[in-house]
């Protein structure tokens, strides 16, 4: 059974920061990108960031390059997004995803994991 299970979100004032976690289970871990996405209320899903090795290459949105860190444990088959410097604009719920390397759709996606900023 094919599982992208997302955790981490929470609430947390402006400024302060999270780790959202990705846990993969029922694929071959290795074989895959992993990107995360966010759907604020009222607008269509964005690409946040994704990772193909991490002796490969890492890609960020404009808005959040230099705040968001993407990371990958191969060891236990989890990807991160570490969230520094919160913005009221990064309220969201973060969906994680995976794909084959060579395919431009992503395969699997989470559930999906609720990061609210207050300000």
């Known amino acids: 059974d094919v599982q992208l299970q997302a955790s981490g979100g929470g609430l947390v004032q402006a400024g302060g920061s999270l780790r959202l976690s990705c846990k993969a289970s029922g694929f071959s871990f290795d074989d895959y990108v992993f990107g995360w996405f966010r759907q604020a209320p009222g607008k269509e899903r964005e690409g946040v960031s994704c990772?193909?090795?991490?002796?490969?290459?890492?890609e960020y949105e404009g808005s959040v390059e230099g705040r968001f860190t993407i990371s990958r444990d191969d060891a236990k088959n989890t990807v991160y997004l570490q969230i520094d410097s919160l913005k009221a604009e990064d309220s969201a719920i973060y969906f994680c995803?995976?794909?084959?390397?060579?395919?431009?759709?992503?395969?699997?996606w989470g559930q999906g994991t609720l990061v609210t900023v207050s300000s």
């Open positions: 990772i193909s090795r991490s002796d490969g290459w890492t």
């Open positions: 995803a995976a794909r084959l390397y060579g395919r431009s759709a992503y395969d699997f």
